[in-house]
């Protein structure tokens, strides 16, 4: 039996007996040409003077709020989906949040205290690396879709770009600030890690399973 | 003495002790080395005991304040000991390739003082 069909009897037998509900029902989807196995939620505003005179004639029914019980039915909020959170990164002060929000969202996702650290690492690596070699940028966090214990980070800064990319990813440099460090420490954390960098800004995505 | 950072460094016998309980962003990071050494050499202290148990977080930008300010300590003459690391953020460094360079470390605050001979016997 169909969803609609069931919710909607559930509403008419709180204000008659499911007997009596699944009869008015029926008979009001019959002049309609519906089965109830076709009925969907669209069906109620159609259907709904049949129902409300149909009910009415077995007891003493508040119609009105017969009515918007049926027609708030199917309506309910559809979950929302994961929001990305975005966190503006300019200053010292802006890693620090990001890695109270990498927390909370580990902590959402059940992730245990050694994946926070990892996930939370690679946020820290990231802001610290906008902060210290841009003017500045932003950090996207989700859960993954499809996998919901990866964490996505996303990091976008409006730098001139990293000249010397290569040679940081290879491990052969070692900067006086630390960026490589960051940047291959980031990596080895990761289950996905991929770095677009030009002279109008360098996007990192990395994938962090939690 | 004026220090010009917000962590305290305390002397305890002819050791120092400091808490790091806040993030070592750059400019405090700066005051708290500049603080390291001034007290050492005011104090004429044999070694520094530095417990990070109140840090959640130790990416390689505060590991790398932390090592050089062990290896400041070592050039004037004092040990530094690193202890109070949890255990996510040693197991986080190490998957990241980061060595902590020469800085001694330790359990916590009172194996810090015993590696460097400053805790009362018996």
């Given at each position: 039996?169909d969803q609609?069909h069931?919710?909607v009897?559930?509403?008419?037998?709180?204000?008659?007996?499911?007997?009596?509900?699944?009869?008015?029902?029926?008979?009001?989807?019959?002049?309609?040409?519906?089965?109830?196995?076709?009925?969907?939620?669209?069906h109620?505003?159609q259907?709904?003077?049949?129902?409300?005179?149909?009910?009415?004639?077995?007891?003493?029914?508040?119609?009105?709020?017969?009515?918007?019980?049926?027609?708030?039915?199917?309506?309910?909020?559809?979950?929302?989906?994961?929001?990305?959170?975005?966190?503006?990164?300019?200053?010292?002060?802006?890693?620090?949040?990001?890695?109270?929000?990498?927390?909370?969202?580990?902590?959402?996702?059940?992730?245990?205290?050694?994946?926070?650290?990892?996930?939370?690492?690679?946020?820290?690596?990231?802001?610290?690396?906008?902060?210290?070699?841009?003017?500045?940028?932003?950090?996207e966090?989700?859960?993954?879709?499809?996998d919901?214990?990866?964490v996505?980070?996303?990091?976008?800064?409006?730098?001139?770009?990293?000249?010397?990319?290569?040679?940081?990813?290879?491990?052969?440099?070692?900067?006086?600030?630390?960026?490589?460090?960051?940047?291959?420490?980031?990596?080895?954390?990761?289950?996905?890690?991929?770095?677009?960098t030009?002279p109008?800004?360098?996007?990192?995505?990395?994938?962090?399973?939690? | 003495?004026?220090?010009?950072g917000?962590?305290?460094?305390?002397?305890v016998a002819?050791?120092?002790?400091?808490?790091?309980?806040?993030?070592?962003?750059?400019?405090?990071?700066?005051?708290?080395?500049?603080?390291?050494?001034?007290?050492?050499?005011?104090?004429?202290?044999?070694?520094?005991?530095?417990?990070?148990?109140?840090?959640?977080?130790?990416?390689?930008?505060?590991?790398?304040?932390?090592?050089?300010?062990?290896?400041?300590?070592?050039?004037?003459?004092?040990?530094?000991?690193?202890?109070?690391?949890?255990?996510?953020?040693?197991?986080?460094?190490?998957?990241?390739?980061?060595?902590?360079?020469?800085?001694?470390?330790?359990?916590?605050?009172?194996?810090?003082?015993?590696?460097?001979?400053?805790?009362?016997k018996?």
């Amino acid at each position: 039996m169909d969803q609609a069909h069931a919710r909607v009897v559930a509403v008419l037998s709180t204000f008659v007996s499911r007997l009596n509900a699944e009869g008015a029902l029926g008979a009001a989807l019959r002049r309609r040409g519906l089965t109830p196995a076709e009925m969907r939620f669209e069906h109620v505003p159609q259907i709904l003077p049949d129902l409300q005179r149909a009910v009415t004639l077995f007891g003493s029914v508040n119609a009105s709020r017969l009515r918007d019980e049926l027609l708030s039915l199917g309506r309910e909020p559809v979950p929302e989906k994961p929001a990305v959170r975005r966190i503006d990164i300019r200053s010292e002060d802006d890693v620090v949040v990001a890695r109270q929000q990498t927390r909370e969202l580990c902590e959402a996702l059940g992730a245990g205290s050694f994946a926070t650290q990892r996930v939370a690492t690679v946020v820290a690596e990231l802001a610290r690396n906008i902060v210290a070699y841009t003017p500045g940028g932003t950090l996207e966090l989700e859960s993954k879709p499809k996998d919901r214990r990866v964490v996505c980070i996303r990091a976008r800064d409006r730098g001139r770009g990293i000249p010397n990319l290569d040679e940081i990813m290879s491990g052969r440099y070692r900067s006086a600030t630390g960026l490589g460090l960051g940047l291959l420490g980031t990596k080895r954390l990761a289950e996905s890690f991929s770095i677009k960098t030009g002279p109008t800004g360098t996007q990192v995505d990395v994938q962090v399973r939690t | 003495m004026t220090r010009a950072g917000p962590i305290p460094i305390l002397r305890v016998a002819d050791v120092l002790l400091t808490t790091i309980h806040v993030d070592l962003q750059d400019t405090i990071a700066a005051a708290f080395q500049e603080d390291v050494l001034l007290e050492i050499e005011a104090t004429g202290a044999k070694g520094i005991v530095i417990d990070i148990s109140g840090l959640e977080e130790v990416d390689t930008h505060v590991a790398r304040i932390l090592a050089e300010t062990g290896s400041m300590a070592r050039l004037t003459g004092a040990r530094a000991v690193l202890v109070g690391m949890r255990p996510e953020v040693a197991a986080t460094l190490v998957r990241m390739g980061y060595a902590m360079g020469a800085i001694e470390t330790s359990l916590d605050v009172e194996e810090g003082f015993r590696l460097l001979g400053a805790w009362p016997k018996g």
